[in-house]
T-cell receptor
Framework: NAGVTQTPKFQVLKTGQSMTLQCAQD?????MSWYRQDPGMGLRLIHY???????DQGEVPNGYNVSRSTTEDFPLRLLSAAPSQTSVYFC???????????FGAGSRLTVL | GESVGLHLPTLSVQEGDNSIINCAYS??????FIWYKQESGKGPQFIID?????DKRQGQRVTVLLNKTVKHLSLQIAATQPGDSAVYFC??????????FGQGTILTVHP
């Protein structure tokens, strides 16, 4: 049982490049979400999904897109990376709701 | 929107002592309050939660107290161990799918 798997663990991009952070869970969780964590700050919600085919915006959605075509996967896309998107990104899932989240190990993104 | 603050950004204790981590919140409409632990280089890990209609909940070595009158909650860790060293976040669940994390408290346990 792998839990929540994020790839890649590290990525360096140039301004304007695009990329996708992958997130997969094998726990049959309905709820999935993406957070970013910046130094000295807590986690901020980017996007979330309460089930396949359903997504919604969180606190800081600008510059990010998501889709949820399957229960297992919830990729986060950066269409045109900016230095302000340098951060550590965490994917999290739960059976339902957001009160007991299982987090992935994180993906550290640097945008030059 | 929700704002969450922590009274003590850092806390240092000796192994075996009890630790108390405090958290203030602003949105009284939260249904749940959750505590997460984040070790260096890892994702946050769920510790314990408490419903808004409770004022105390106990787990293994941890107790969470909720005071809705002053919008304050605390996490008490009994017999703190070096493995408890981490950043601790309180996170009110303000609406379905939206947790608001505070900036965190760094707990350091000295052997």
């Amino acid at each position: 049982n792998a839990g929540v798997t994020q790839t890649p663990k590290f990525q360096v991009l140039k301004t304007g490049q695009s990329m996708t952070l992958q997130c997969a869970q094998d726990m049959n969780h309905e709820y999935m979400s993406w957070y970013r964590q910046d130094p000295g700050m807590g986690l901020r919600l980017i996007h979330y999904s309460v089930g396949a085919g359903i997504t919604d915006q969180g606190e800081v959605p600008n510059g990010y897109n998501v889709s949820r075509s399957t229960t297992e996967d919830f990729p986060l896309r950066l269409l045109s990376a900016a230095p302000s998107q340098t951060s550590v990104y965490f994917c999290a899932s739960s059976y339902s709701g957001a009160n007991v989240l299982t987090f992935g190990a994180g993906s550290r993104l640097t945008v030059l | 929107g929700e704002s969450v603050g922590l009274h003590l950004p850092t806390l240092s204790v000796q192994e075996g002592d009890n630790s108390i981590i405090n958290c203030a919140y602003s949105n009284s409409a939260s249904d749940y309050f959750i505590w997460y632990k984040q070790e260096s280089g890892k994702g946050p890990q769920f510790i314990i939660d408490i419903r808004s209609n409770m004022d105390k909940r106990q787990g293994q070595r941890v107790t969470v107290l909720l005071n809705k009158t002053v919008k304050h909650l605390s996490l008490q860790i009994a017999a703190t161990q070096p493995g408890d060293s981490a950043v601790y976040f309180c996170a009110p669940l303000s609406s379905y799918g939206k947790l608001t994390f505070g900036q965190g408290t760094i707990l350091t346990v000295h052997p």
